[in-house]
């Protein structure tokens, strides 16, 4: 009889850690949303909602290129610096060239242009010259936002025509759009991640390098292409944020890779590379984008934020390690 | 008076595999014991346990009689269990007395500035000891082999070790220098040190142990003075069976030429010829670093060469990047497959179709169910063990890993497969189905080229066998020609004694 | 030649070079200055300020920027010492960690004036600044004003720079005043524009009621701005601090943005070199200078535009 009640008891802490590791991040996220709602009647509102998705569809967007680029085992640094200098770059465009429609078109292919040559220089100096990307892409971040300060003089571009605000505030059947972005975004890498032949690449150059070219897998194409993936999500990240800003702002985007770097990380994707997948990150661009927005909302001072989000990133990297150990 | 070590009872469990079941090892000091056993019978698992660097599922380890604790390098090490790897384990840029003192650098007085002086005078003396002159302030990095593995066990003694592993010591060392290493073996017996000598080299046995302890799939199969035994029954103990049953071997007619080397000089090797037919095995013989694993390399694009010609099916080709290779027909399954054949985390699946993605796709997007259709032929096919094909292949045991980078070439449509170590790491009935398939290949008309150190498994197996020594190719023989003598001569720097003049 | 005697003929080489340095006469009085960067307008104004009362006395002017570089900014501070300049300003850019370099001006001698930022460390003789928290105090007053003395409000607040705590605190001091306003959320929008939007779009979802803002500076109001025309809130009047030509903008064209805290960073720089005068003259100073700060609203702008 005693026996068996300890049975129960093992039988029913073992389901429970292995729903922990399984399911962990959408149950801590699940958790999350189910104490700011009981602390704020506002968190559940419609509105709030959209805003959230609002909120997380920049850094998640961003997350979408560093899953790619972490995937392989590397890592950009640049991702804030290129928010702020592709937002800069197409606001800037459009004041110059022509009239509206004409003048988006321009405006958008050169903040994308600008963030797709950044990634691609990073990727030649990563596979070419074999430096580690975190050095490289250390000096793309520097270099972008110089540049970024020395095209602006360090003001922000202001005084832009009124249709671009709704490439960033405008709503289609009441969704906005760079949350209609985010899940266009999030649709693409999950088909390309899963069902191409350059996702496959993707997991294997980061599982193991040197056995993904002995298998044929051209490794240098595949880790450059991931650099010009995450340059370019960045730099549309930066446009639509922009947008919502209605100005290019030279400082906007600071820190931005540490958020999405957590998000990507808290999402499950491995640092040393080949595991993790796109769910993963928008789960975890989505835990840190609610806890940002929920604590703010409880009003919770400012300096207790910083010490709770290292706390729960902190959470759920061990809760990873967890399910890697079983 | 209890032995100086005793594993009782020791057994190791790894996902699929019983690594060790109940395995008693003893220790005297001042012997020497020959730990024996084919790859995977389990001799590297047990020194691994002895040393701390895995863990013990069961059993208990004994040193003086006393129960000891070793759960980790440091513990073993503390307890004065030295391990000399075949990889050695010392730090390239430093230098000779600064590896010797790793970790316990002698300081001036209570500073925390390093003695050199004390270091180097120490170093010096620890290597006298072994009657050994090598220069303390040289870095490890400039030193040979034989002066490397010196180096550790020096590095080992001045720990004060009173047990010593040797894994295989003698895989890379010349005649002579293994001479020479069992005179500073036969030294340290008598200070009474006691030594473990892990190697599958039956001559070294002979003349160096003076016990023997085998191993095979994880339990002893037979422990005794080495006086008591002798070749015959020994290698009946390793393998379980008698050798003549050990390598399948059908007769086949060779077909059209597939491959030809033409003066071939990269890297290391210099004017290499070579042909070989469809349905013809190459083996290719010699010690490690003669050049073998590079040949294998440029033929598969992975490295560049600098002149010569290189022919498929009679046409020059140049590949220029292993994917190149690939379309050409040419497959590579490396030697170390857990580090440069499989993308360990990913499954089974992921794992065959890699370099072939191509043929399981529907456009742009990849089709999961003929992809899912290809696997499971080729799992069948080959006999691969697996709960499922979506499992990953770290979960594999080596025999089945083996099959996964096989599958992987069968499905890219290979003409020309090489082999480097096949069966290194592999089970013994596993082996024996590798061979299987390998014979299998050739009758299906492909042109196989097999690497491998095991010189009874490439006299089983090949059709011809190729010797290179030092990146040249020495010689071929056919089947008939080929001993172990003879290749052994050759591969070492010999010359071939040409006993038929005819 | 080996490296070593390579070396010391090197090291030789410098100090007979600089002890020929040594010999250079003065003759008018040399002050040198080191500022935060030179990429800001506020910066761009105060060089300017200090450049014109320089030119009164004839003083020679050694202007450069740390950039954000804290390493830079002390190497800047030891080429000054180096070269023996009669005063140093300095623009801090890490209020704790230029407390070497000007301890190493200490030791020569050289008297160190800090403007708009102040150091923790060291010896200052005087430090010139805005009155931060007079500046909160005015936009508080303003906001009450507007509000009429009642409703709730909000501040998107940068609470690691220590101007921006003045600003809150005058701010809070002129709310503490009218008893019917609420100060009911104070959040981190870390002092630039995309991180006060979002931290003021949470503010605006936590409080449907919400009818103030105050924004620590121009980014921080012009985020809170973002927010209140993304969710088309009515009713929510925000004031600023600085005034930079986007925020003014938004003033002059009616938005929600309704006024904004100025500085005179030109007066800053003036006032900085007038002080010098006065040490050099032997005055004994007070060791902070508060410069006076204005409020602009549409009124304001509108009549300065005239001109």
């Given amino acids: ?326 | 008076m209890s032995p100086l070590l005793h594993m009782h009872s020791i057994r190791k469990q790894y996902p699929g595999v019983l690594a060790l079941s109940d395995v008693n090892f003893e220790l005297r000091s001042g012997e020497v014991h020959c730990l024996l056993g084919e790859n995977g019978a389990g001799k590297s698992t047990l020194m691994k346990i002895l040393s701390g660097a895995l863990k013990k599922d069961g059993g208990s380890i004994l040193v003086e009689g006393k129960e000891v604790a070793i759960t980790s390098p440091h513990d073993a090490q503390a307890l004065g269990i030295g391990m000399i790897y075949q990889d050695f384990k010392l730090v390239p840029d430093l230098t000779v007395a600064e590896n010797i003192l790793l970790g316990r650098e002698p300081q001036k007085g209570n500073s925390p500035f390093i003695d050199y002086k004390r270091m180097r005078e120490t170093a010096r003396e620890t290597l006298s000891l072994l009657g050994e002159e090598i220069p303390v302030m040289a870095r490890v990095r400039k030193l040979s082999v034989a002066q490397r593995q010196l180096v550790e066990i020096a590095k080992a003694l001045s720990n004060k070790a009173r047990i010593l592993a040797m894994d295989e010591p003698s895989a890379a060392l010349t005649e002579k220098e293994l001479k020479n290493l069992f005179a500073v073996i036969r030294r340290l017996k008598t200070e009474g040190v006691g030594i473990i000598y892990v190697s599958h080299r039956l001559e070294e046995i002979f003349e160096i142990g003076d016990r023997i302890t085998i191993l095979r799939d994880g339990n002893v199969v037979h422990s005794c003075a080495v006086s008591e035994v002798d070749r015959r029954s020994l290698v009946r103990w390793m393998v379980g069976r008698e050798l003549e049953h050990e390598y399948p071997k059908t007769n086949l007619q060779r077909g059209e030429e597939i491959l030809r080397v033409e003066n071939l000089c990269a890297g290391m090797l210099r004017g290499i010829h070579l042909t070989l037919y469809r349905s013809e095995i190459l083996g290719l013989a010699g010690l490690v670093g003669a050049g073998r694993s590079e040949l294998a390399r440029v033929l598969f694009g992975a490295d560049p060469f600098q002149s010569g010609k290189i022919f498929l099916e009679g046409k020059e080709i140049q590949p220029r990047s292993p994917r190149e290779a690939i379309d050409l027909g040419i497959g590579l399954l490396t030697e170390d497959r857990n580090q440069y054949g499989l993308i360990m985390h990913m499954s089974v699946r992921e794992n065959v179709t890699l370099s072939n993605l191509r043929d399981v796709m529907n456009g742009w997007v990849l089709n999961r169910v003929q992809e899912n259709r290809v696997v499971r032929k080729y799992a069948g096919e080959l006999r691969i063990k697996t709960p499922t094909v979506e499992q990953d292949v770290e979960n594999l045991s080596g025999g089945n890993r083996q099959k996964v980078v096989l599958a992987r070439w069968l499905f890219t449509r290979s003409k020309l497969l090489i082999f480097d170590e096949p069966t290194s790491g592999i089970d013994v009935g596993v082996k024996y189905e590798i061979y299987q398939l390998i014979n299998q290949l050739a009758k299906d008309g492909l042109g196989v080229i097999v690497i491998s150190s095991d010189l009874p498994e490439l006299l089983g197996i090949s059709d011809r066998i190729a010797v290179m020594h030092e990146g040249t190719l020495k010689e071929i023989f056919s089947r008939a020609e080929a001993t172990q003598e003879k290749v052994m001569t050759l591969a070492t720097g010999g010359i071939a004694e040409v006993e038929s003049a005819a | 030649m080996n490296r070593k005697t390579f070396l010391l003929l090197f090291l030789i080489g410098i100090v007979a070079f600089s002890c020929g340095r040594k010999e250079e006469q003065k003759s008018t009085k040399t002050i040198g200055v080191s500022l935060l960067t030179r990429a800001h307008v506020f910066y761009k104004d105060l060089e300017e300020g200090l450049r014109t009362e320089a030119a009164k006395d004839g003083y020679e002017l050694i202007v450069t920027a740390g950039e954000f570089d804290l390493g830079k900014q002390s190497a800047q501070i030891e080429d000054f010492i180096t070269r023996k300049v009669d005063a140093i300003i300095v623009c801090p850019v890490d209020s704790r960690g230029i407390g070497p370099a000007i301890r190493k001006a200490n030791e020569a001698k050289i008297p160190v004036f800090t403007a708009d930022i102040a150091s923790q460390e060291g010896d200052v003789v005087c430090h010139v600044a805005s009155d931060n928290v007079a500046g909160g105090r005015l936009a508080g007053e303003y906001l009450a004003k507007l509000l009429n003395g009642k409703g709730n409000v909000a501040i998107i607040d940068q609470p690691t720079v220590t101007s921006v705590l003045d600003r809150v605190q005058g701010f809070k001091e002129a709310i503490a005043k009218f008893p019917d306003i609420k100060i009911v959320a104070d959040v981190n929008g870390e002092g630039v524009r995309d991180r006060a939007m979002q931290a003021a779009s949470d503010v605006l979802q936590a409080h449907p009621d919400l009818q103030g803002i105050f924004g620590i500076n121009d980014d921080s109001a012009l985020g809170s701005l973002d927010a209140v025309q993304q969710f088309h809130r009515e009713g929510v009047n925000i004031i600023g601090y600085d005034a930079i030509p986007p925020a003014a903008d938004a003033i002059m064209k009616g938005t929600a943005l309704k006024a904004d805290v100025i500085q005179y960073p030109k007066k800053i720089g003036e006032t900085t070199v007038a002080k010098i005068k006065e040490y050099f003259s032997g005055t004994s100073l007070p060791k902070v200078v508060p410069v006076e700060v204005g409020i602009v609203d549409k009124e304001a702008l509108q009549k300065t535009a005239a001109k």
């Fill in chain 1, 1 to 326: 009889m005693q026996r068996e009640v300890a049975a129960t008891r093992d039988f029913s802490r073992r389901s429970l850690t292995r729903l922990l590791r399984d399911y962990g991040i959408a149950i801590a996220l699940l958790v999350e949303i189910i104490l700011f709602a009981q602390f704020s009647p506002y968190f559940l509102t419609a509105e709030n909602l959209v805003n959230i998705t609002l909120q997380v569809s920049i850094t998640a967007i961003i997350a979408v290129g560093m899953t790619f680029v972490i995937l392989t085992a590397g890592i950009d640094l640049s991702v804030g610096a290129l928010v702020a200098l592709s937002g800069v770059i197409a606001t800037s465009f459009l004041k110059s060239v022509g009239s509206f429609p004409v003048a988006l078109m321009i405006a958008m292919l050169g903040g994308l242009g600008v963030g797709a040559l950044a990634g691609f220089i990073a990727g030649v100096f990563i596979t070419r010259f074999n430096i580690t990307p975190f050095i490289v892409t250390l000096a793309i971040m520097t270099i972008s936002r110089g540049i970024a300060f020395m095209y602006t003089d360090g003001r922000p571009i202001w005084d832009l025509p009124p249709e671009f605000a709704f490439l960033g505030s405008g709503r289609v059947a009441g969704i906005p759009i760079p949350t209609l972005a985010m899940m266009f975004v999030y649709g693409i890498a999950y088909v390309v991640l899963n069902q191409t032949r350059f996702g496959r690449y993707v997991y294997a150059v980061g599982g193991n390098k040197e056995a993904a070219r002995l298998s044929g897998i051209n490794t240098n194409s595949v880790i450059l292409w991931v650099y010009v993936i995450s340059g370019v999500l960045a730099a549309l990240s930066g446009i639509l944020l922009s947008s919502r800003m209605n100005s290019g702002q030279p400082n906007a985007g600071v820190m931005y890779e540490l958020d999405v770097i957590a998000a990507v990380v808290v999402g499950g994707t491995s640092l040393f590379g080949g595991r993790g997948s796109i769910i993963g990150t928008f789960l975890g661009a989505m835990l840190i984008g609610i806890l940002r927005n929920g604590l703010n909302l409880v009003n919770v001072n400012s300096y207790v934020q910083m010490v709770v989000l290292g706390v729960v990133i902190l959470l759920a990297v061990m809760l990873d390690q967890l399910k890697k150990r079983s």
